[in-house]
């Protein structure tokens, strides 16, 4: 029997000391939890910060596809110009997908002295799956679908887990009467790292 439902049919005074107990004892186990969890992370920490220089040959560095990528169209629109213009600001920069990974985990793999690259490196993938999500949806809104689905495919392609891009592709299927298609962003979209993978998953599924 639960030990709560059974101190409810107690006399009053020792039901009221049961459940005292009860929140004391829950009390002292997330106590131990928490404490535990805070040791946890400061000896990997610690461990992290005494990992030596690894090589990061073993990096998937992104290489945007400028020549696949549509940027001679509307590059009159000045929002296009402007998403085409943060793009070949990161020709030469290196972009690596992290997600799902904190920096502890960055240093434990590769060694602290190469945090700030990959940190950096994250940082721009960030940005880049933000530049492509708005790109994409502009192109869309000025009826230019076809080049808007190039830019979703390469976001897909680098696993952006931005959930405009999944949404937005979905909808241009759905319009295009290819919904068949959908089904690969399901499935694309459960690989993701992130927290918001079965949520754009689910976003779908119930879209269909």
């Given at each position: 029997m639960n030990l709560l439902k059974f101190a409810t049919r107690l006399p009053f005074l020792t039901s009221v000391i049961i459940l005292c107990f009860l929140v004391f004892y829950n009390n002292k186990k997330e106590e131990r939890n928490r404490r535990k969890s805070y040791n946890e992370f400061w000896d990997r920490e610690s461990k992290a910060n005494s990992t030596r220089v690894k090589p990061l040959d073993s990096?998937?560095?992104?290489?945007?596809?400028?020549?696949?990528?549509?940027?001679?169209?509307?590059?009159?629109?000045?929002e296009?110009?402007?998403?085409?213009?943060?793009?070949?600001?990161?020709?030469?920069?290196?972009?690596?997908?992290?997600?799902?990974?904190?920096?502890?985990?960055l240093k434990l793999a590769y060694g602290t002295a190469n945090i700030t690259v990959l940190s950096d490196a994250d940082r721009r993938f960030t940005s880049l799956c933000r530049i492509l999500a708005n790109w994409a949806d502009r192109l869309h809104k000025l009826g230019h679908d076809d080049e808007a689905l190039k830019v979703i495919d390469f976001a897909l392609d680098i696993r952006s887990d931005v959930s405009s891009i999944y949404y937005l592709a979905a909808s241009i299927y759905e319009e295009r009467?290819?919904?068949e298609l959908i089904s690969s962003l399901v499935e694309k979209a459960g690989e993701l790292n992130s927290m918001s993978g079965p949520i754009i998953v689910r976003h779908l599924k119930e879209s269909c």
């Open positions: 990096i998937d560095f992104i290489t945007i596809p400028y020549d696949d990528l549509p940027l001679d169209c509307c590059p009159e629109d000045e296009i110009a402007g998403y085409i213009q943060e793009l070949t600001e990161l020709r030469e920069e290196r972009i690596a997908n992290f997600t799902g990974m904190s920096n502890t985990d009467g290819t919904v």
